[in-house]
């Protein structure tokens, strides 16, 4: 593969490593992120495993074309307020293989069956810490709580389980050895509206993170699923100022749910784009619908634990919970009926076993022709709420200075047991498209749970 040609042409600016001070920050499935303290950047780059082709000049449109769909189909359904825009940087191969290299000793081994092969990636804000904006009415310690939410609203054909995705997916995931424990957490409970039950998901996320909860101490990873309670307890005691037998984790769990639920539109010069993220011919999410599928939930496997609660209530205008479900609702149909409509598009089909990142630009650039209108198709449409129910959110607080008059107007959440008043800033990261292949694989994924759920690990 040839990847020395410089791809200035797409804004690509050269990126040389050791121009900078780099830490490793992080990696997902699909990309492994690197920290620039100095800066407060990260540079995310996209991982390969051995079996993907991809040419440099795919790889360019590919990357390019994500850089677009984040700022012109997520960027308005979420609000500026939520999303930043990344740039395009390129590396030479030298410097791909050093960082190979040297990330060796620090990467999780669940995590090398893919590394780093393509010379380009996306340089953001680093979100773990607060914009300068704010930081400057702070003192100096700052903590970030990165959450995965996953699926929080499903479409009719989605809801006769008795129990969501994610909590049916716990038995995958136990099955095949992937967590040692289930985790108490449901999407659904945080995504509900109800204050007792979002808090209730909140401090199940606490004290059982698996993926989908990580606490950053200043730039640094200090709790997660490698992490013990006492290690917990640590963090927030470093965290929130000591009072006399309160919870720890009930507190940061308020702390968290006001910045989950605060309205933060028209903060920052968060201006929206004209008419918000609803565009004409989206399905409104509606929590009436559920109703008429209550009577065939029952049919379906029981796991050795309560039902989900499927219940909800509007949540407030302009939070980044209800951005998030939301968006996930831009589906209304489902993973089995899309995939149907799927194999019966002649356009698409040819896509759809492929997982090649040259095979995602066609139908990205179709969304973005579109933007965010009517004239999406329901796969369209489903490709967009599968960004959403992937997505991770970085919510980062900083302790305001006392009797600092200015910040008055700026986002900020209360510890009422200490009344100690943090600012606070949220952002969405990874956004970038999903395959076509997606809707396969999700298919499948789908399958596989559903077996593991007939014979569920107790
Ligand atoms: O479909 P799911 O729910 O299994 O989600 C996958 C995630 O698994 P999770 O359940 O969060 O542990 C998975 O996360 P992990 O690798 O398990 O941390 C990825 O986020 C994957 O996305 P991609 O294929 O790399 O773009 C996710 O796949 P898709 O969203 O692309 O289907
Ligand atoms: N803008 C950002 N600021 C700070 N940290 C970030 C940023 N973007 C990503 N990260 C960190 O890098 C990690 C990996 O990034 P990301 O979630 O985009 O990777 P991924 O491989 O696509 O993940 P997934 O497996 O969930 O699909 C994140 O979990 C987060 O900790």
């Excluded at 720890?248 to 920052?268: C, H, M, N, P, Y």
């Excluded at 219940?311 to 980044?320: A, K, R, T, V, Y």
């Excluded at 970085?394 to 009422?416: G, H, R, S, W, Y």
Aim: aromatic share 8%; glycine share 4%; hydrophobic share 35%.
């Amino acid at each position: 593969m040839d990847f020395s040609t410089p791809p200035e042409d797409l804004g690509a600016v050269k990126f040389v490593l050791a121009s900078h001070e780099w830490q490793y920050r992080g990696e997902g499935n699909a990309k492994i992120a690197i920290s620039l303290p100095a800066e407060k950047k990260v540079v995310l780059l996209p991982k390969s495993d051995k079996t993907d082709n991809i040419n440099n000049s795919d790889f360019w449109h590919w990357i390019s074309t994500n850089v677009k769909f984040i700022n012109c189909i997520m960027k308005p359904i979420f609000g500026d307020m939520f999303v930043s825009s990344p740039s395009l940087v390129y590396l030479s191969s030298y410097d791909i293989q050093l960082l190979n290299e040297t990330l060796a000793s620090v990467r999780p081994e669940k995590r090398k069956d893919k590394e780093l092969l393509l010379c380009g990636g996306e340089l953001c804000s680093d979100h773990v810490y607060l914009p300068s904006s704010l930081s400057a009415f702070c003192k100096s310690k700052s903590f970030c709580i990165e959450l995965k939410p996953k699926q929080g609203v499903f479409p009719l054909s989605e809801r006769q389980f008795r129990n969501c995705l994610f909590c049916r997916k716990q038995q995958l995931k136990m099955k095949e050895g992937l967590v040692c424990q289930k985790s108490l957490y449901c999407p659904l409970d945080l995504f509900s509206g109800s204050w007792e039950r979002m808090k209730n998901a909140l401090v199940s996320l606490l004290c059982s993170p698996q993926n989908n909860l990580r606490i950053f101490h200043d730039g640094c990873l200090v709790y997660d699923e490698d992490h013990s309670d006492s290690d917990l307890q640590k963090v927030l005691m470093e965290w929130l100022p000591s009072v006399p037998k309160s919870n720890l984790v009930e507190r940061i769990s308020s702390i968290l749910l006001q910045a989950l639920t605060k309205d933060f539109s028209g903060i920052e010069g968060g201006k929206e784009s004209p008419g918000g993220w609803v565009f004409e011919g989206a399905p409104p999410f509606d929590p009436e619908m559920e109703s008429h599928v209550y009577s065939t939930r029952d049919a379906l496997p029981h796991l050795p634990q309560p039902p989900c609660n499927y219940d909800s209530q509007e949540l407030p205008e302009g939070c980044i919970l209800r951005r998030l479900v939301e968006a996930q609702a831009v589906d209304n149909l489902g993973t089995a009926l899309v995939h149907d409509l799927l194999k019966s598009h002649q356009q698409y089909s040819i896509s759809m076993d492929y997982s090649l990142k040259s095979e995602s630009i066609n139908y990205v650039n179709n969304i973005l022709s579109k933007g965010c209108s009517s004239e999406l198709d329901p796969i369209e449409r489903y490709l967009i709420a599968a960004v959403a129910r992937d997505c991770s959110i970085l919510i980062t607080f900083q302790e305001l200075k006392e009797d600092c008059k200015e910040a008055q107007n700026l986002p900020q959440v209360v510890d009422e047991d200490s009344r100690t008043h943090f600012l606070c800033h949220i952002a969405a990261v990874d956004l970038e498209p999903k395959p076509m292949s997606c809707i396969n694989s999700q298919m499948k994924k789908k399958a596989s749970i559903l077996e593991a759920c007939q014979q569920p690990v107790l």
